[in-house]
């Protein structure tokens, strides 16, 4: 693997798992695809959440790849209760990594869970993949490589958003780089 697409998804109507993509999000996935064409991804994987997959499928069609699942790669849940200080409760989970709200995930293992995905595809035999995932993960890979990433910048993460991480030559660290911001 020698480059590896991480994507947002298009916009959606709600933050649930069963959330379709808006009228709009429809339109971007098709952009999206538009974007990618020429990128010669050999690899789909998504989070199987319905406006990731929905997110996927135009890319999928267009590089004429099957789109493959992972619950790795669904959005980090904050908490099991209700949080109207939600904002409150993500901006400090990027100060403390390890800190969670009840029944919620902390950064480092969402992170980890993410990361495990990462470290599988960079061991595949293809060159290029995409993965489509939710912001706050997104947020939490990007961190990963970019230290500085934090809440702030999470805010201002698109729908949809690509980043890609590309080896450079025999290179073990990958460099990441925004590709498009929808």
């Not at 379709?20 to 990618?36: F, I, P």
């Not at 020429?38 to 997110?55: E, G, L, M, N």
């Not at 993410?114 to 706050?136: C, D, F, Y």
Request: glycine share 6%; aromatic share 8%; hydrophobic share 40%.
């Amino acid at each position: 693997m020698q480059s590896i697409y991480l994507i947002r998804h298009a916009q959606a109507s709600g933050q649930e798992p069963d959330a379709e993509l808006t009228d709009l999000g429809l339109v971007q996935a098709e952009r999206l695809a538009e974007l990618l064409a020429d990128s010669a991804i050999k690899y789909i994987v998504s989070s199987p959440w319905k406006r990731a997959i929905h997110t996927a499928v135009p890319l999928a069609r267009t590089v004429m790849r099957h789109i493959h699942t992972d619950e790795r790669l669904q959005e980090r849940v904050l908490s099991t209760r209700h949080l109207d200080n939600w904002m409150d409760v993500l901006a400090h989970t990027y100060l403390d990594e390890d800190w969670a709200e009840e029944g919620g995930e902390s950064s480092r293992i969402a992170t980890s869970r993410g990361m495990e995905v990462l470290k599988e595809l960079w061991g595949r035999s293809e060159q290029r993949a995409a993965v489509i995932t939710h912001g706050n993960l997104l947020s939490l890979l990007i961190r990963t490589y970019d230290p500085s990433f934090g809440f702030e910048q999470w805010k201002m993460l698109s729908n949809p958003d690509v980043f890609v991480l590309e080896r450079q030559g025999n290179g073990d660290v990958p460099m990441l780089r925004r590709c498009w911001n929808g």
